[in-house]
């Protein structure tokens, strides 16, 4: 979650093993929960209204629009209380403390909006055939009151940690309302100005699939850390031969890397060294290299002799192997001879 935290050194824990930490953020937790409670008043202000206007003016785009802001309030507020449970430190049970109530949220603000979508679909598809009188000058003026009030709350959600997938939910579906708004707003022109009513229908289709795109985001990615894959934009395979070109390194074996929470890469792997290379002298080396060519802090490296009969026999998934050519490469940070 966000916090401003310094990156710490890793530190050694037995032989061969290191465990560095350290999340940095650039927006403190207290301004993200400022920022997402005013975009939540200014919602719950508008979207009070806009339901009695949509209903009096027959619109269902502006129902759709009052419904999406329904959602935004929703996953303001699970933001909100997901930022809460992820800042409790570890305890018990959980080693990691609650950092992946976030992802739970945003997985929640993403099926809501898949939901919503095909709802709307279905209802725009009906209206499509048989579409009701619309009053074309309300939709329009409350569509563009619509707009100002979802600039106003996308420019303060912008400005909350972004790179939180549970931040990212929440701004993903004002973003997505302000588009929606644009979109009614035009068909309100339409209906008012040349009386076609089955813009009207069109508009709340054109929101529709923006929600689609949106939710189907969010699943995505919140489904990635669920399922322990890579961080997006990592390939393990690379970062792995990366390893095991580095001096002294002889083999890497038993490499996972995987997100605790969005913003939170970690890292685990076996280090198979030369018979005389110096175990503590490598790890620092390698968190050095994961620290700065890939932004991961929190790593647990166990690093040992390729000749120690301790080492695991059956290693799990690819070995990344040094290069034949170079059995004796030699920098100073990580000496292969003591």
Not at 97 to 111: D, F, H, K, V, W
Not at 112 to 120: E, K, R, S
Not at 126 to 133: A, E, F, H, N, Q
Not at 298 to 304: G, L, R, Y
């Amino acid at each position: 979650m966000s916090g401003d935290r310094e990156d710490v050194p890793g530190q050694g824990h037995g032989h061969g093993q290191g465990h560095g930490h350290g999340h940095g953020h650039g927006v403190s937790a207290g301004a993200d929960r400022r920022y997402l409670t005013g975009a939540l008043a200014l919602i719950l202000a508008y979207m009070s209204g806009e339901v009695v206007i949509g209903v009096v003016a027959r619109s269902l785009a502006l129902v759709t629009d009052a419904a999406h802001m329904l959602t935004d309030a929703v996953a303001i507020v699970l933001a909100l209380v997901a930022m809460r449970i992820a800042a409790r430190p570890p305890k018990g049970g959980f080693t990691y403390g609650m950092r992946r109530a976030e992802i739970l949220s945003a997985q929640l603000n993403g099926l809501t909006l898949l939901l919503l979508a095909a709802y709307f679909v279905y209802e725009g598809v009906g209206r499509l055939v048989d579409p009701p009188d619309v009053n074309g000058p309300l939709v329009f003026w409350t569509s563009l009151a619509g707009v100002a009030v979802n600039i106003a709350a996308t420019w303060l959600i912008s400005r909350a940690n972004r790179s939180s997938l549970n931040v990212e939910g929440a701004f993903q579906h004002i973003l997505n309302d302000l588009y929606a708004f644009i979109s009614t707003a035009v068909a309100g022109l339409a209906v008012w100005t040349l009386g076609f009513a089955r813009a009207d229908a069109i508009a709340s289709l054109v929101v529709a699939a923006l929600m689609l795109k949106a939710g189907y985001g969010l699943l995505r990615d919140a489904g990635r850390v669920l399922m322990e894959a890579a961080p997006s934009g990592i390939d393990p395979s690379e970062l792995g031969g990366r390893l095991a070109e580095r001096p002294c390194v002889q083999e890497v074996h038993d490499l996972h890397v995987w997100e605790v929470s969005s913003g939170y890469p970690a890292l685990s792997a076996h280090v198979l060294v030369e018979p005389k290379g110096d175990c503590h002298a490598v790890r620092r080396d390698l968190q050095e290299l994961l620290r700065t060519s890939y932004g991961i802090t929190h790593t647990t490296i166990e690093v040992d002799h390729v000749n120690d009969e301790f080492h695991c026999e059956d290693p799990h998934g690819p070995r990344h192997v040094a290069a034949a050519e170079e059995p004796h490469r030699h920098i100073g940070s990580a000496p292969c001879d003591h």
